[in-house]
């Protein structure tokens, strides 16, 4: 068998860096998909199942801090033979508790937000979710500065839309721009006018390390925090281990506070009646 003709050489390295291009728009979109669909699904889920715990946990803490920081109050104030005045007692409270108040709004729009999530989105079909994945990797080629190397700003805004719509999970959206894009795919493709081996050599050593460095960021983006939280969340005896947990802790707060409030009640009844 005979070496290679210079023409077979050429198409073969183009070949390679298509097929090294490909793999990499392969790894953006699984990328994205992780990004833009499966971690916030995940955050959802964990909203709904562990997250409201979570919150009510939050408010209890803050709750029975406040009544066992107001009877403290009340009773410094007893013992030196004042009559507690709960408006300023109340105002001290507001003001110690800050920061604690401040934390519980937070996780409370945290988790309304995630709840809200759920409830707006709309049940793909098995065809719709494949047609939205095969648009979107259409799109990802097309239009992706890191796959398409281009610096055109009307472009970088086209995907800013393909992404927002991708994580909408909205197919007519991504249809449309898909229609509206293809003008640009001619762009995409530098090979075939080329003809310098070493140049090519020299671009699929360049594609090879690109696809090493996605690769690598993929890697960590399938071992981050929320990814492993969705394995977890997969786990019905974790979930139940940990609402039962959070559920516990949520209790004993809430009977800190009633005892608080309790002693309370019978300490201002007894200053009363002096």
Known sequence: MGMPTAQQRLDSLKEEIRAVRDRVVGIVVRMDDIRLQQIPQIRADYAL???????ALLEAELSARRARRRLALVQARVNRGEQPQMEEVEQTLDDELATWMVKAEEARIAYERALSYITGMRVMTRAESGELKRL???LVKRLHPDVCHSTEDHRAGLFQIAQAAYANGDVQALRSLEVATRHLDP???DLSDAHDLETLEQELELARIEEGV??????QLE??????LGTLLADPEWVTKR????RRAVEAWERLRDECDERLRE???DTDEH
């Open 49 to 55: 199942k562990i997250g409201c715990w979570e919150q």
């Open 136 to 138: 979107y990797h259409r």
């Open 187 to 189: 762009a995409c493709d």
């Open 214 to 219: 996605m690769a690598e960021r993929l890697q």
């Open 223 to 228: 071992e981050c925090e929320e990814m492993r």
């Open 243 to 246: 609402t039962t947990e959070l």
């Open 267 to 269: 300490l201002r009844e």
